[in-house]
């Protein structure tokens, strides 16, 4: 059973590295949508293309379009870091109760 342990272990530290480096991703988006970036930019376009699906379904399910002021990046955020603290808590937990 230690096996399935180490597996789940394994498999809650990634999840936690694919959620932190998703976080940044959508800073970096973020604080690129400030200024006024090349859209024909090899590094905008992957921005662009990693993160308008999560975003444009938040942004549909939001009430604040009306604004001015795009709050689906603070959404995400909030649901990637609730995922860290308990999904990943979770796996972990499970994973020490499995050695």
Known sequence: MFVLGNLI?????LLYYVLYIYMWVIIIRALLSWVNPDPYNPIVRFLYRATEPVLSLVRRKLPFGSTG???????????????????????FEISIRFR
């Open 9 to 13: 272990a394994v498999f809650a530290k």
């Open 69 to 91: 002021i795009d709050f689906s990046p603070l959404v995400v955020i909030l649901v990637i870091w609730f995922c860290q603290e308990f999904i990943v808590r979770t796996l």
